[in-house]
C-alpha cells in the first residue's frame, strides 16, 4: 500500500513510518523542508521523505500529485512546547489540513485518518467516549474541533473516507525532554531531586509505538469518525514519578509538592477506548511498567541529555 504520512519527523510521525514501513508499505514521509531530522536516522530503504511545507499550497499540490497515495495519515501541525496552545499557526495548519483533503481526494487517496487531541473534549465528564461534549479550552484544541467538525462533511462530499483520531497522552522514546515523563526522568538520571506537584492529576498514557500502532489499525479499518487513540487506563502522575524512581532506583529524590497545579489543569482525563478495541482488535502492546523501562533505557543511551529540539513538525 502506498503510504502518506505528514508530520514524518515528529514524535508520532517517526514512530509511524517505520511500523508502516515493517508493515510492508510503500511510505512516504512529509517533512518541512526546515525540520531537524534527528528522529528520522537509519530509516528503512522503503521510507522516502519528501521536504513539503503544507502551509504552502504550491508546494503541497506539487508533492501530492507526485506521490498520489493510496491513504493518508495526518499529523502535521505546529507543537512547540509552551506557544502552540495559543499560536495563530493553529489557524494556518486548519486550512492547509482542508486544502490536503481536497488534494488527496483529487489524487485519487481513498482514506484519510487525521489526529485530533484529547483536549477537544469537556474533561470534567469522567471517561470520554467519542460522544462525550467537546469543550476546547484553547486555540490549539478549538482549531482541532473546528477542523474535525469541517472535514466530516467535507470529506464526504469529496469522497474521501475519513477517521477522526483523538490521541490521548503518549510517552516513549524521542519525547521532547521538556514534557513531564523525560523531564522525571532526566532529573534521576542527573541524580537530582525532582519539583513536583502533589501529582493527583489522572492520565491516560500510550506509548508512542503503540499509538502507532493503533492509528495504523484504524487505517487498515473502515472505521469512520471520531475514534479514541489511548490506553483506557487511568494512573495518577505521581504514580508514573515513583514507577519511574523505582526503575532507576532513586525513589528517596521523587519529591511531590514542591509545585502547584497548574492553573485549569484538568484532574481526569482518560479515554474509553471501546470504539477502537472493538473495532480494529487492537491491544497495546506495552504496559505502564515496561512501557516506562523501554523510554528510560533510550535515555539512558544518550550521554549527554542536553539537546532540544524545537522544530515544528
Known amino acids: 500500500m502506498k503510504m502518506l504520512v505528514t508530520g514524518a519527523a515528529g514524535f508520532f510521525g517517526a514512530a509511524l513510518v517505520r511500523l508502516l514501513a515493517a508493515q510492508g508499505c510503500q511510505v512516504f514521509g512529509l517533512v518541512r523542508p526546515e525540520t531537524d531530522l534527528w528522529r528520522l536516522q537509519n530509516l528503512p530503504a522503503s521510507v522516502e521523505l519528501v521536504a513539503c511545507d ?73 471517561y470520554l467516549s467519542e460522544a462525550a461534549p467537546l469543550l476546547p479550552l484553547n486555540l490549539y484544541a ?107 532506583g532513586r525513589p528517596e529524590l521523587v519529591k511531590f509538592g514542591d509545585l502547584p497545579y497548574r492553573a485549569g489543569d484538568p484532574m481526569f482525563v482518560v479515554a474509553d477506548t471501546r470504539r477502537l478495541q472493538q473495532s480494529t482488535g487492537w491491544q497495546p502492546r506495552f504496559g505502564l511498567e515496561e512501557g516506562l523501562a523501554n523510554a528510560i533505557n533510550w535515555w539512558k543511551e544518550r550521554s549527554t541529555l542536553t539537546w532540544t529540539r524545537n522544530e515544528p513538525q
Do not use: M
Open 142 to 248: 478549538a482549531s482541532k474541533v473546528a477542523l474535525g467538525l469541517l472535514l466530516a462533511p467535507f470529506a464526504a462530499q469529496l469522497g474521501l473516507e475519513l477517521a477522526w483520531a483523538r490521541i490521548f497522552y503518549a510517552y516513549g522514546p524521542f519525547e521532547d525532554e521538556r514534557r513531564f515523563i523525560p523531564a522525571v526522568i532526566n532529573t534521576l538520571l542527573r541524580s537530582e531531586p525532582t519539583r513536583l506537584t502533589p501529582g493527583g492529576q489522572v492520565r491516560d498514557y500510550l506509548h508512542n509505538q503503540d499509538v502507532a500502532g493503533a492509528l495504523w489499525a484504524v487505517a487498515q479499518s473502515s472505521l469512520v469518525g471520531p475514534v479514541n487513540i489511548g490506553s483506557g487506563v487511568p494512573v495518577t502522575n505521581r504514580q508514573v514519578a515513583i514507577q519511574i524512581g523505582e526503575i532507576l
Open 54 to 126: 503544507l502551509l504552502a499550497p504550491d508546494q503541497a499540490g506539487a508533492c501530492i500529485e507526485r506521490i498520489r497515495p493510496e491513504l493518508c495519515i495526518h499529523l502535521a501541525w505546529y507543537v512547540q512546547p509552551s506557544k502552540f496552545l495559543t499560536s495563530p499557526l493553529n489557524l494556518q495548519h486548519l486550512q492547509a489540513s482542508l486544502s490536503l483533503a481536497e488534494l488527496l481526494a483529487k489524487n485519487g487517496c481513498r482514506r484519510l485518518v487525521a489526529a485530533g487531541t484529547c483536549a477537544e473534549y469537556d474533561s470534567e465528564r469522567g
